[in-house]
């Protein structure tokens, strides 16, 4: 199959209708007719997040919430299957008002003998690693969620799938998506100076093409189960260009204006993931080769082409489970940088008169420089070599009705560190009571300390399933 042809097919999958992989449910209530199912379940859940930093200009609470969760799956025997996650939220995310329904999922499967197809919104994830996952580049994220349920961190994406199974040990996997949902990122509650203005992406970008697919194929054999990816398309965590810039002297003081867009861009990843044991310890891995279209010469919103592996263990000990990861990558065509980052820095306007008197001089295309760099930062790709490492240790208590958890992972690199501590209560059967702690820091400069006066918290949440 040439490159050509694979696009062809991946884009006439889109009009076909579609295929459902399992989902955690809590069924309670379901009505059956010979082969026919329906089941309806959902969750009304509360909550409330409170900064660990008190501010006098800031409520001590950063965000309270409450949630309606409606869940609805439905079967006919083996011919078809079908999934929807509908959400309303009303509360404050970071002192600002939500009031927002989501359409999570929705979508259905057609299920033939040897072959499987799908369509509407889904939420694809690829790679087997617990904590990173270098190869899975098909659904956005929600990095600054607000739910104690770290999976609603996931954003569905409207796609088509078509899954052929050649024989019981081969799986070939086929994914097309028309059009560009972002992820939500990790730096949108950031607070930037007057003279900054960020453009995010909040809805779908849907008059451009902006095609992007997908193509798997797992092999399961005796010991080990792997896979072999490729994806061509537009990342789901975008960039931030440089869109705007003017300096006026007029005054006694400069006034600076500059616009920030967010803006996706297209790349090629090559992925490689496994699974196996050694006894009662489970052993997985990834690895993915990445790659932009464009350069980072000429559009400072793209990242450095760059290799990511992954490696990790879990084992279970008594009613504890332990998960070690470690990660890594080598940024390629790597090249220092003497700016600093537009966002987290203050402004030197004495280096900037400085710089200003130099012949030929161009102050916007430095002001981009700076934009880059925030960028290389936000991507980890300030240094050339990038090491980290991440535990989780978990256990059931009481029968099941207590869980206590602790999360982990710090970048030897760039010295963020991430620790979420948690604890789950089940004093009655559908009801789960959760409290934790989220932790960020780092060093001056690092991403973590960008964001960790907002994201570091305490937060309690009330969850009933129905």
Sequence with gaps: MTFNSSIIIAAFLFFLPDSISGQDTTQVVSVREKENRRIIF?????????????????????????????????????????????????????????????????????????????????????????????TSKLSPQNLISRSPDREDMDM???????????????????????YFRSSRLIISP???????????INSLITDKKM??????????????????????????????????????????FPVTATEL???????RVA????????????????????????????????????IKWVTGIDWPSGVWRFILEYSGKRVIHFRPSDADPVIGTEPDYLKLAQLMQIPGFDLTEYVRQQVGVFNRLYNYQMERNYHSAGVRIESDLVYGKLTPSLFGMYNFTSRDLLIIHELKYKPADGFTVTAGVEFYSGKEGSLYDLIDEFMNCLYVGLKVDF
Excluded: C
């Excluded at 490689?272 to 000429?298: C, H, M, Q, V």
């Design 42 to 134: 959902g969750f009304v859940r509360g909550g409330i997040y409170g900064s660990l930093k008190n501010t006098d200009d800031k409520h001590l609470i950063s965000s309270a919430f409450s949630d309606l969760g409606l869940k609805i799956e439905a079967e006919s025997g083996a011919f078809f299957r079908t999934y929807a996650d509908l959400r309303f939220r009303y509360g404050t995310e970071f002192h600002d008002p939500v009031s927002r329904f989501d359409l999570r999922e929705a979508y259905v499967t057609l299920n033939g003998r040897h072959w499987d197809i799908t369509a509407g919104q889904k939420i694809i994830k690829w790679g087997r690693a617990d904590f990173t996952n270098p």
């Design 156 to 178: 569905g994406n409207l796609l088509s799938t078509i899954r052929w199974y050649p024989s019981p040990l081969i799986r070939i996997e086929a994914v097309a998506l028309p």
């Design 190 to 200: 950031v607070p930037v100076p007057e003279y900054v203005t960020v453009n995010e």
């Design 211 to 252: 095609l992007s697919y997908g193509l798997k194929s797992d092999i399961h054999m005796r010991g080990i189960d792997w896979s072999i990816s490729w994806f061509d398309g537009y990342d789901p965590m975008p960039g931030t260009a440089l869109t705007r810039f003017s300096l006026d002297l007029s005054g006694p």
């Design 261 to 267: 867009t967010l803006k996706p861009y297209k790349l």
């Design 271 to 306: 992925g490689f993931d496994f699974e196996t044991s050694a006894g009662r310890i489970g052993i997985r891995g990834e690895a993915a080769w990445s790659t932009p279209y464009l350069k980072n010469d000429n559009a400072e919103y793209v990242p450095f082409s760059e």
